[in-house]
């Protein structure tokens, strides 16, 4: 008995001549939240697609839940949940039709269906809006209407792609609420975003850029491993000191957040403070820690912010 | 595995009693086409404008020009002094054929084997024509027309009665004795309409799927391939019967359409029709990436479904060419039971034929569409 939700290597997928998943290892444990982090295009829906079976891989070996995914993906169908990053539920049929046009592909009948669609709607408080049509529902009920559906089997692993990309702050915390409580009931769950926040409630996420894995672990880990030192700057004439520091080796990146100049120095200065004041020394300088964001543009070597 | 198929036929039903667009368009395609086709459409030419240059001026003349007009199928509308203008009319479009009568009209009608009927003329007499039409030869029903003309009895030219002239052949009409053209459309309009009907809503139902996403989350899910064709095939089972029934039905009420033959072996038909086509329909969905490509597939199978089913023109004086590609269509082998049943009381069992080859297609088309429907993204 294994304890991997999921488990890749080498996992590879190729678009004519474009690698949208490049040698992706994953190993994933039981009963965890697992992020995947990356701007636009970078391959998140992809790998998901990949790791449910939904596209066949180029190269590489999966395993769900101990299972091999090449030659089970029809069984191991009942044991995942997936919730695509466009809503993929009908438009034209209200909350409940929908609920129970799943429950039967699922094998729910009467009772036990009527029963299973009455608790998810009071969970995902759309009772009030059973009767209305998918189709007119605010971004925040369709989210959850599309979760309930993913989850409706109670799958042992749920996948959700970009899940919160069209939902306001408060609904994304509701939401987030949700999926605590999925993974405390023992739901493996795999979510990719490109909100640092979001990332930053993972127990564990990997760090995705151009098809590639550039880091992973958890948030914390990754935050206190970071391979830099985060300074910020303050004083006058941010703009052109900007350009400045930019241009040395030793300077990751320089980006503005408000007064500050957010500088990520590269760890072969061993005296980072002391390298920053003689850069710049009409400035201001303070040593900070490092968030997510920061651990973000080390990984993908300060290509995304500017 | 009947759970799931009912759950995609209740969904299916659910969503088409919804789209508004596509269930006007079950109930006005039929409608539309019928009557279109039942009034517009008609091959034999009436009230053709034609125009006339009588140098003549005779009253042989006259009596000739009131004779052709009787026939109802040619009107004279103008009276043109040459030749010149009267070609010009022509070109321009005004008539689309003229009449030319000779100064010497009554010298050639006198001699005419035609205005002596039943009378020996001397062969070395040299007969020549009485006038000359020239026709507007684009529009081929037109030509055909005026061709008919071409050996019209003189006789009564002149108000000179005399015995008939006894035809080589009798001519009786088996079925259809009026010569109506609407009683061999509205059965082969059936065809027609289930082709374009069914096809397209069936490979447009399956893509529209795939477009919105819905596909990506139901593949997801244990749903099978042929569980989810057949729930969506279904619905549209019933809407091509309903189809049937319109378009029979304003025949029978509103055309007269005869219907013949016993209704089982009507349903039995067109329910293999049905069927053969909504699997092309699933063909086409494996296909098309898009609903617009669907739908230019739809039309790439639909007009020589049109063409050369037999719909529009007869299937026995076709090419060997166009009879082998017809031979492929679903819907020369329908329009030929639909026509034996409707109009001529065929059985089923006497178009075996027909009725196999429709087997056969189903069982094949369903083959390949679940081959190629894999449960699968890209
Ligand atoms: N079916 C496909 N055919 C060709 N290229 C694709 C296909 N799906 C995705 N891609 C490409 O692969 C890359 C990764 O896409 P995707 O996984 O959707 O990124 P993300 O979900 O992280 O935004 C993109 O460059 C995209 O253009
Ligand atoms: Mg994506």
Redesign the interface.
């Known amino acids: 008995m294994t304890q991997l939700a999921i488990e890749a290597k080498g996992l590879s997928k190729q ?1 004519g001549q474009h690698i949208a998943v490049n040698q992706l290892d994953l190993s994933i444990p039981k009963g965890c939240i697992y992020g995947f982090l990356g701007p636009n295009g970078c391959g998140k829906s992809t790998s998901i ?1 990949l790791l ?5 891989a180029s190269s590489g070996e999966v395993h769900i839940l101990g299972e091999s995914l090449k030659g089970n ?2 069984n191991l ?2 044991r ?1 949940g ?1 919730m ?1 990053q ?8 209200s909350v409940k ?1 929908n609920l ?3 429950a ?4 729910f ?1 009467g009772k036990r269906a009527r029963q299973r669609i009455d608790e998810l709607l009071a969970l995902y408080d759309l009772t009030a809006q059973h009767k209305q049509h998918a189709g007119s529902m605010s971004g925040g009920q369709k989210q959850r209407l599309a979760l309930a ?2 989850t409706l089997h109670s799958p042992e692993l749920l996948f959700l792609d970009e899940p919160t990309s069209a939902v306001d702050p408060e609904n994304r915390r509701e939401f987030w609420e949700r999926l605590f409580d999925l993974s405390a009931s023992g739901t493996s769950i795999l979510v990719s975003t490109h909100y640092m926040d979001e990332a930053e409630r993972c127990h564990a996420l990997a760090i995705l850029e151009k098809g590639h894995k550039r880091a992973d672990g958890s948030p914390q880990d990754l935050m206190a491993q970071l391979p830099a030192s985060v300074i910020e700057v303050s004083g006058d004439a941010l703009r052109p000191l900007k350009q400045q520091l930019t241009q040395h080796p030793s300077v990751l990146s320089a980006a503005q957040v408000g007064t500050y100049l957010r500088v990520l120095v590269k760890d072969n200065q061993a005296a980072p403070l002391e390298f920053m004041r003689q850069l710049c020394p009409q400035h201001q300088v303070a040593m900070t820690r490092p968030n997510l964001e920061d651990v973000f543009v080390v990984s993908t070597g300060g290509r995304h912010v500017g | 595995m009947w ?2 198929i ?3 036929l ?2 299916e039903l ?2 088409l009693s ?2 508004k667009m596509t269930f006007g368009m079950v109930i006005m395609i039929p409608l539309v086409q019928l009557l279109l086709f039942g009034y517009a459409i008609n091959t034999d030419a009436r009230h053709i404008p034609v125009g006339v240059v009588n140098l003549s001026q005779s009253s042989e003349s006259r009596a000739l020009i009131s004779d052709l007009e009787a026939s109802q199928s040619i009107d004279f509308q103008q009276e043109y002094p040459n030749i010149n203008s009267a070609q010009q009319a022509i070109v321009t479009g005004e008539v689309r054929a003229v009449l030319y009568l000779p100064s010497d009209f009554v010298s050639r009608l006198v001699q005419h084997p035609n205005y002596y009927s039943g009378q020996k003329i001397a062969p070395q007499v040299f007969t020549r024509p009485v006038g000359q039409w020239l026709v507007d030869g684009s529009d081929t029903v037109i030509t055909s027309t005026i061709k008919a003309l071409q050996n019209m009895p003189l006789q009564s030219v002149g108000n000179r009665t005399t015995e008939q002239a006894v035809a080589s052949f009798a001519v009786v009409p088996f079925f259809n004795p009026e010569q109506r053209t609407v009683v061999n459309i509205v059965p082969g309009l059936v065809a027609v309409i289930l082709t374009m009907t069914m096809i397209l809503f069936t490979s447009t139902a399956i893509v529209r799927e795939r477009e ?12 099978r391939s042929i569980e989810l064709m057949v729930g969506k095939i279904i619905p549209y089972v019933l809407v091509g019967l309903i189809q049937v029934g319109i378009i029979l039905g304003i025949g029978y009420w509103v055309f007269s359409v005869p219907l013949m033959g016993g209704l089982t072996s009507l349903l039995l038909a067109a329910l293999l029709f049905i069927f053969a086509s909504l699997t092309l329909g699933l063909v086409i969905s494996t296909l098309a990436k898009t609903q617009l490509q669907a739908m230019q597939m739809t039309i790439f199978i639909l007009l020589p479904s049109i063409l050369l089913s037999g719909f529009m023109f007869p299937y026995e004086a076709m090419p060997n060419v166009a009879q082998w590609i017809a031979e492929c269509l679903p819907a020369t082998h329908f329009m030929r039971m639909i026509r034996a049943i409707v109009l001529r009381d065929a059985m089923l069992t006497e178009l075996l034929k027909d009725s196999i080859w429709l087997v056969t297609f189903i069982l094949c088309g369903l083959l390949i569409a679940s081959l190629r429907f894999r ?4």
């Open positions: 678009f697609r449910t079976g939904l596209l066949e993906e029809e169908k009942r995942l997936y695509t466009r809503f993929s539920l009908y438009d034209t049929l039709e129970q046009f799943v039967a592909i699922y094998g009948t559906c993913a | 759970v799931r009912y759950a995609v209740r969904k659910k969503q919804r789209d919105q996403g819905n596909m990506e989350f139901l593949i997801n899910t244990p749903i449960k699968k993204l890209g």
